[in-house]
């Protein structure tokens, strides 16, 4: 399984941004059962779990984005989402998905950078 996010860039504050995340080479019965998250890695910080929901689509937040972010899974698909909102600059980090339990090696991640 190859995780693959996208959907990153350069942005505002105030603005908005939607990341993906695709297991690329997983199938139904591997993606579906699995609890979700997306991580973020700010320059010099340790990584971070930010969102997360579970496989009956369970969601809880990091207090530091709590009613700005939601995350949302398309098992068929086998894709997570991040929609981001009110965007501020302390956001500014690498984004990446993993279910829960880090199963999977880290993908390149997705630059997200606010300016002020």
């Known amino acids: 399984v190859r995780l693959v996010e996208s959907g990153g860039g350069l942005v505002q504050a105030g603005g908005s941004l939607s990341l993906s995340c695709v297991a690329s080479?997983?199938?139904?019965?591997?993606?579906?059962?699995?609890?979700w998250g997306w991580y973020r890695q700010a320059p010099g910080k340790q990584r971070e779990l930010v969102a997360s929901?579970?496989?009956?689509?369970?969601?809880t937040f990091a207090d530091s984005v709590k009613g700005r972010f939601t995350i949302s899974r398309d098992n068929s698909r086998k894709r997570v989402y991040l929609q981001m909102s009110s965007l501020k600059p302390e956001d500014t980090a690498v984004y990446y998905c993993?279910?829960?339990?880090?199963?999977?090696?880290w993908g390149q991640g997705t630059q997200v950078t606010v300016s002020s």
């Open positions: 993993n279910t829960l339990k880090e199963s999977w090696a």
């Open positions: 929901i579970t496989n009956t689509r369970s969601t």
């Open positions: 080479g997983s199938i139904f019965s591997v993606f579906a059962p699995q609890d």
